[in-house]
């Protein structure tokens, strides 16, 4: 995105995450040029001159701003995250039963891997791609992210018998893959998480 796009009211795919950092209006749309850039070609395929060119910016000029690419994938990652992660809470702060927590954890997190315009999706799939002290400090924000999902599992009346580790990761395995096997105009992604969750209550 451009500044002259953003003059003329284009939506960020980063929404409005890098209003609330501060930072410069340059900055933001290297940052949106970047994430849009990465999402639809992946990070082997995007070059610090591709992004430079969305923005205007050439060689030095961009590095002003940019330590590397690989620096400014993780940022994109961790903001694309934050975005999702701070949207699922919301849905989730809405309800107070366990098992309706995890079924609008469910639909909200269906509704951000479907959605076409999410980063979510793209940016977790793409991450193996980057060097390995990157990959590294990715993991570990994946980690952080699925904390929401300990959490709502912990909170399950489940079976002691039932390792609740598994049980995360049986889930989130469902969730994180659901771009192989849904298929649209059956179910709704709520109407999906309704029936995982029946699934996942059975004793």
């Given at each position: 995105?451009?500044?002259?796009?953003?003059e003329?009211g284009?939506?960020?795919?980063l929404?409005?995450?890098?209003?609330?950092?501060?930072?410069?209006?340059?900055?933001?749309?290297?940052?949106e040029?970047?994430?849009?850039?990465?999402?639809e070609r992946?990070?082997a395929a995007?070059?610090?001159?591709?992004?430079?060119?969305?923005?205007?910016?050439?060689g030095?000029?961009l590095?002003?701003?940019?330590?590397?690419?690989?620096?400014?994938?993780?940022?994109?990652?961790?903001?694309?995250?934050?975005?999702?992660?701070?949207?699922?809470?919301?849905a989730?702060?809405q309800?107070?039963?366990?098992?309706?927590?995890l079924?609008?954890?469910?639909?909200?997190?269906?509704?951000?891997?479907?959605?076409?315009?999410?980063?979510?999706?793209p940016?977790?799939?793409?991450?193996?791609?980057v060097?390995?002290?990157?990959?590294?400090?990715?993991?570990?924000?994946?980690?952080a992210?699925?904390?929401i999902?300990?959490?709502?599992?912990?909170?399950?009346?489940?079976?002691?018998?039932?390792?609740r580790?598994?049980?995360?990761?049986?889930?989130l395995?469902?969730?994180?893959n659901?771009?192989?096997?849904?298929?649209?105009?059956?179910?709704?992604?709520?109407?999906?998480?309704?029936?995982?969750?029946?699934?996942?209550?059975?004793p």
């Amino acid at each position: 995105m451009t500044g002259k796009d953003r003059e003329e009211g284009a939506p960020s795919r980063l929404g409005g995450v890098l209003q609330k950092e501060g930072l410069s209006a340059r900055h933001r749309d290297i940052l949106e040029a970047a994430a849009t850039l990465f999402a639809e070609r992946g990070y082997a395929a995007t070059s610090v001159r591709d992004i430079g060119e969305q923005v205007g910016l050439l060689g030095g000029s961009l590095y002003h701003h940019i330590k590397s690419k690989e620096a400014l994938f993780a940022r994109v990652h961790d903001i694309a995250l934050k975005m999702a992660a701070d949207r699922i809470n919301f849905a989730v702060s809405q309800v107070t039963d366990p098992w309706e927590r995890l079924e609008a954890g469910c639909a909200t997190m269906l509704e951000i891997q479907l959605d076409p315009e999410s980063l979510t999706m793209p940016l977790m799939n793409d991450f193996t791609a980057v060097p390995l002290d990157i990959r590294e400090r990715l993991v570990a924000t994946r980690d952080a992210f699925e904390d929401i999902f300990r959490a709502m599992v912990d909170d399950l009346p489940l079976d002691p018998s039932i390792d609740r580790g598994v049980y995360r990761l049986l889930l989130l395995t469902l969730l994180n893959n659901v771009s192989s096997w849904y298929r649209e105009g059956r179910l709704a992604p709520k109407e999906i998480a309704r029936q995982i969750v029946l699934v996942f209550r059975r004793p």
